[in-house]
């Protein structure tokens, strides 16, 4: 059976805490690899620059390029209007085969915002989360956190979510795992690197080097 990570989000710009979180991601739930997956519109965010979707997506290509386990796919830029995971989870159960077991990677502060999403409860029952557990969850790690997305999927979806260990996850009836990932706490958020390209500062070890040299070439969040 063939295991895929879908990894949405804005890409705006990619840095190395994504793709460093993938990448623990992909080794301890042994996937086959990892589709990255820039949003069009995302619906549930305003960045003060949002980089065209062209760029976006060739910044992921230049992130992962060299890296067997992570692609990119357009499928949310070529959609029009706002992109929903739950379309693109419909649209990857249609096109892949049917043995495929896909799991949606999600960092904990997106995840914590999961009910404001189109048809949260569909994609609940469709797929597995794994959730990545990073530095602005750092006070509230461990138990606290998952006894917080306990009472958010109880109170969202269905009283039935508890809590089980080994996997750390949280499991309702009728409806798939969530389960949780400890990732290397690199505190690189896009905004950040937005900030500081606007400032005149180096984003040196903040992404990728391909990625740190096109966002010059481009004069991108400038
Ligand atoms: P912004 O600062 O513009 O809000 P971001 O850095 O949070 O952006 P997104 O593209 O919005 O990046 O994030 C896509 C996904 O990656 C989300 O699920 C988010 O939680 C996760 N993520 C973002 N930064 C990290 C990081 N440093 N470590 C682990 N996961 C991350």
């Given amino acids: 059976m ?5 990894f949405g989000g804005t890409f705006n710009p990619i840095h190395l805490g994504h793709l460093r979180s993938a990448q623990e991601v992909l080794e301890a739930f042994n996937l086959q690899r990892i589709l ?3 949003s069009s519109l995302p619906p549930h965010k305003q960045p003060e620059v949002l980089a065209s979707a062209t ?3 060739a ?3 230049l ?5 067997t386990g992570f692609s990119v796919s357009d499928v949310e830029i070529k959609r029009r209007g706002p992109s929903y995971t739950i379309d693109t989870v419909q649209f990857f159960k249609r096109e892949l085969p049917s043995d495929t077991q896909l799991f949606l990677l999600i960092g904990l502060d997106a995840f914590l ?3 404001a999403w189109k048809a949260f409860r569909d994609l609940f029952a469709l797929t597995p989360f794994i ?3 990073r530095p602005e969850a750092a006070a509230g790690t461990g138990v606290q956190t998952f006894k917080r997305v306990e009472a958010l999927l109880q109170a969202a979806i269905s009283p039935s979510y508890g809590l089980r260990p080994a996997p750390d996850r949280v499991e309702g009836v009728n409806f798939q795992p969530v389960y949780f990932m400890d990732v290397t706490l690199l505190n690189i958020s896009s905004t950040r690197i937005r900030a500081a390209l606007r400032q005149g500062r180096s984003i040196r070890y903040l992404v990728p080097e391909r990625v740190e040299a096109y966002i010059k070439r481009r004069g991108l969040y400038q």
């Fill in 131 to 133: 959730v990545m557990i």
């Fill in 113 to 115: 915002e999961i009910d």
């Fill in 36 to 38: 990255l997956i820039p």
């Fill in 2 to 6: 063939n295991r895929i990570g879908l």
């Fill in 59 to 61: 910044m992921i290509r």
């Fill in 55 to 57: 760029d976006r997506l």
């Fill in 63 to 67: 992130a992962t390029l060299a890296h």
